[in-house]
């Protein structure tokens, strides 16, 4: 029984007590123990036989989750978990991960009608049987169809910042181990992608087929699925991401780089090109048909330029036209994380954030920002504890204070404003006024129909004080889909009346995304890129939203906040 095994028990028991609605205290110490668990760097078993230690001595473990602990330990399972698994089966748990039901939801259709598969609970909603419960009805029988939809479509994938962090991990790990020369991302991550299916990592130098070992030993890797001297694959980390890691020879890095960056349909479109000129593209290199002698293998640059290519930005390998363009003209320069000066979007204590004003300008300014934007929520979002006119007026006033003081960052007094379902915004026009920068974002009524939507988004542009639009399509990556409406309408209305488009920067809302960042940009709309934190460890997501931005082609000068503190000033000044 290894640790992620005992993760996994408790986590998923600690899902199964969300369903019962169970105490949420007990129920988060569950979760917390998971994650320490899993991340832990020494055997639970071999602490657990230990007589001179003690689990408890580990900091999220208490008394009754070590009791749990050792009776896993002793019997494979513990008896809080068949207690819960008598009441509801573990296929419940798919459950809990469609948008739209909660665990009151499941559980009221678990005492009604024992449904406990995705299968089943779909037969239910097209046989329209759900709206026969109390307080569910139609509306809730499409939402629940679309959600197992969308559930099919985004299983098994994950958030970029997930697979990022897992990458710098198992980098770290493997780059650590006698004769290893480079530790390198490719696949999805490397080209931004907002979500992962597996992580690809290459390794070389003749410490390469060591480090394959290392890989499988790692304390978080387990359910090894090969193993052998090129490639090892196996699962990270209690979400059991899938990790490619493969030893490849340092004179052909490049070619083997190229070829699992991917796109498969970049890739494709590649070798076309090359057998046109006479040639065959591989992970080991460009070769001559004619003779098979070899062309171009240790750098992607001298690939592509061998194919006649500018070397292309792994971002946009996703054959939307860049082999075209890298023919011709070659890339403008695509923007860099270096090139941003400011954060526009975060939250403070004033309503749902964890920390202060002070702190977050603090934390920016260790950024190396200029400036920053605070925008807390406004009053329709009262469960975050939304500002009101008189509070909103307070807080431009105590950001005057704070920018008095020159403590090295500038700030702008902000708000993201609740866009009303009539699309009126949730302030007043006069308090609005007060304020240096406003988002105008939707947080209600996200499945009106199109045409309302559109005209809600025209009308909030209306307001003379919004500068931008919040988190443009309102999705959540594998989570909730974008709402509905006109985009080139909203697109061509924001160029119009120079409102930006937030590309906000949070890793689980990527929004806008790079289709959607190109069709704006040819209709002439500017961006900001913004985190949207709501902890000081959120500002660092700002290099997520760059990513999106390079995947839409954008350039610095799209992005407002690449301005410096004075420009970026005068270009929201009120006319
Ligand atoms: P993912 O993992 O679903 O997020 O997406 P990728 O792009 O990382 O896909 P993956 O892991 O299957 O493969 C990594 C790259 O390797 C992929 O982008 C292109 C290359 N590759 C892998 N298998 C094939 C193949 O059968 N044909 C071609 N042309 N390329 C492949
Ligand atoms: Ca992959
Ligand atoms: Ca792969
Ligand atoms: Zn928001």
Redesign the pocket.
């Known amino acids: 029984m290894d640790n992620i095994e005992i993760a996994r028990l408790l986590s998923e028991t600690a899902d199964l007590m969300e369903i019962a609605q169970e105490d949420a205290f007990r129920i988060r110490s569950y979760r917390n123990a998971a994650s320490v668990i899993e991340g832990y760097g020494e055997s639970l078993q071999a602490i657990a036989k230990d007589p001179s230690r003690k689990l408890t001595d580990i900091g999220g473990i208490g008394k009754g989750i070590a009791g749990a602990i050792e009776e896993i330990l002793a019997r494979g399972t513990f008896a809080r978990r068949e207690e819960m698994l008598e009441r509801y089966p573990p296929t419940a748990l798919e459950m809990l991960r469609i948008q739209g039901l909660g665990p009151k939801s499941i559980r009221a259709l678990w005492d009604h009608f024992r449904v406990s598969t995705l299968e089943e609970l779909e037969r239910l909603c097209r046989e329209q049987k759900i709206r026969e419960l109390p307080r569910m009805g139609a509306k809730l029988e499409e939402k629940i169809l679309r959600g197992i939809q969308l559930y099919r479509q985004s299983a098994g994938?994950f958030l970029l910042n997930f697979a990022a962090s897992a990458a710098e991990e198992l980098s770290t790990h493997l780059a650590a181990v006698d004769g290893v020369r480079r530790v390198t991302p490719?696949?999805?991550?490397r080209?931004g992608?907002e979500?992962?299916?597996?992580l690809?990592l290459l390794v070389t130098g003749e410490g390469a087929e060591a480090a394959l070992e290392a890989f499988v030993k790692h304390p978080r890797v387990h359910d090894v699925l090969g193993h052998g001297v090129n490639k090892a694959s196996a699962r990270f980390g209690l979400e059991g991401l899938q990790v490619?890691v493969r030893a490849v020879p340092e004179a052909s890095f490049g070619a083997a780089l190229q070829?699992?960056?991917?796109?498969?349909e970049h890739?494709?479109q590649l070798?076309q090109r090359a057998q046109r000129m006479g040639l065959t593209l591989n992970e080991y290199g460009l070769f001559r048909v004619s003779d098979e002698s070899l062309v171009a293998a240790a750098a992607e640059e001298e690939i592509y330029a061998a194919l006649g290519l500018a070397w292309i930005p792994p971002e946009l390998r996703e054959n939307q036209g860049e082999i075209e363009m890298a023919e011709k003209s070659g890339f403008p320069a695509l923007i860099e994380p270096g090139d941003v000066r400011g954060d526009l979007h975060m939250h403070t204590r004033e309503s749902d954030g964890r920390a202060t004003l002070e702190e977050m300008a603090e934390a920016a300014m260790a950024l190396g920002y200029e400036y920053i934007a605070v925008t807390d929520h406004s009053k329709a979002l009262a469960m975050a504890n939304g500002l009101d006119e008189r509070r909103a007026v307070d807080f431009a006033r105590q950001v005057r204070a704070f920018n008095a003081e020159q403590r090295g960052i500038r700030v702008f007094s902000g708000l993201e404003c609740d866009i009303l379902r009539d699309g009126r915004m949730d302030l007043s026009e006069d308090a609005l006024a007060e304020l240096d920068f406003v988002i105008a974002s939707v947080h209600s009524h996200m499945n009106i129909e199109t045409a309302e939507m559109t005209a809600r988004l025209m009308r909030a542009m209306e307001s003379p004080s919004v500068k931008a639009l919040g988190h443009p399509t309102g999705r959540v990556l594998l989570h909730r889909e974008a709402y509905s409406y006109d985009f080139d309408t909203i697109a061509k209305e924001a160029a119009r009346r120079g409102v930006w488009m937030e590309i906000n920067a949070s890793p689980e809302r990527l929004d806008l995304h790079a289709a959607l960042l190109r069709r704006a940009k040819a209709l002439g709309v500017k961006f900001t890129i913004s985190t949207d934190a709501h902890h000081l460890k959120h500002l660092v997501n700002m290099r997520y939203g760059v990513t999106m931005a390079r995947r839409g082609g954008l350039g610095a000068a799209d992005v407002m906040n690449t301005r410096g503190a004075q420009e970026f000033a005068g270009s929201i000044r009120r006319s």
Do not use: E, H, M
Request: aromatic share 10%.
């Open positions: 994938r490719a696949g999805s991550l080209r992608k979500t992962v299916g597996d690809d490619d070829y699992f960056t991917g796109s498969k890739n494709v070798r």
